[in-house]
T-cell receptor
Framework: DQQVKQNSPSLSVQEGRISILNCDYT??????FLWYKKYPAEGPTFLIS?????DKNEDGRFTVFLNKSAKHLSLHIVPSQPGDSAVYFC????????????FGKGTKLSVIP | SQTIHQWPATLVQPVGSPLSLECTVE??????LYWYRQAAGRGLQLLFY??????ISSEVPQNLSASRPQDRQFILSSKKLLLSDSGFYLC??????????FGEGSRLTVL
């Protein structure tokens, strides 16, 4: 049973527009969420995180929104740039510092120039 | 600053052959270390994690094993590879905040 779901395997967005990547989770014990970005043949890199005590966290062009009641989070990238084209993984944990992150399957974002 | 390296970057091995992937971390002490596998359509799967020398926890029963002979060294091994072991293997370490930092990855193809 998948506890973290990214239901869109791929997404295409025009350069300069907003990219919205979605993630749903089923485990109500999750209270810390992270987004990772991965280029082909490289390890994922950390992008942004959010704890369940917040509903929004912003870092430059990246904003993560958390809706605890819906068990849903989303990553917004504004404006999208061609260099943002990558696979984005959503991850969740029971508390920061957990030994185990549960990852979604990823969403491949293509930003079209 | 902390860095993490793993090797080899690519590996093509026949079924039944052994495997050894190595990972080292620099710039930190007593890190938590992880081995993940990314297989097609399956996201990132945690294989092993270690909180200290000689301490290994396995998350997925399989023909792979891990060892931590030194504080900043983590090794993924197999005595006999299966076709299903093909994938992209990632070593990682984390900070207390839970952020994982990944190595460059190792692409394993088992033929």
């Amino acid at each position: 049973d998948q506890q973290v779901k990214q239901n869109s395997p791929s997404l295409s967005v025009q350069e300069g527009r907003i990219s919205i990547l979605n993630c749903d989770y089923t485990n109500s014990m999750f209270d810390y969420f992270l987004w990772y970005k991965k280029y082909p043949a490289e390890g994922p890199t950390f992008l942004i995180s959010i704890s369940s005590i917040k509903d929004k966290n912003e870092d430059g062009r990246f904003t993560v929104f958390l809706n605890k009641s819906a068990k849903h989070l989303s990553l917004h990238i504004v404006p999208s740039q061609p260099g943002d084209s990558a696979v984005y993984f959503c991850a969740a944990a029971e508390g920061a510092g957990s030994y185990q992150l549960t990852f979604g399957k990823g969403t491949k974002l293509s930003v079209i120039p | 600053s902390q860095t993490i390296h793993q090797w080899p970057a690519t590996l093509v091995q026949p079924v039944g052959s052994p495997l050894s992937l190595e990972c080292t971390v620099e710039g930190t002490s007593n890190p938590n270390l992880y081995w993940y596998r990314q297989a097609a359509g399956r996201g990132l799967q945690l294989l092993f994690y270690s909180v200290g020398i000689g301490q290994i926890s396995s998350e997925v029963p399989q023909n792979l094993s891990a060892s931590r002979p030194q504080d900043r060294q983590f090794i993924l091994s197999s005595k006999k590879l299966l076709l299903s072991d093909s994938g992209f293997y990632l070593c990682a370490w984390d900070r207390e905040t839970g952020e994982l930092f990944f190595g460059e990855g190792s692409r394993l193809t088992v033929l």
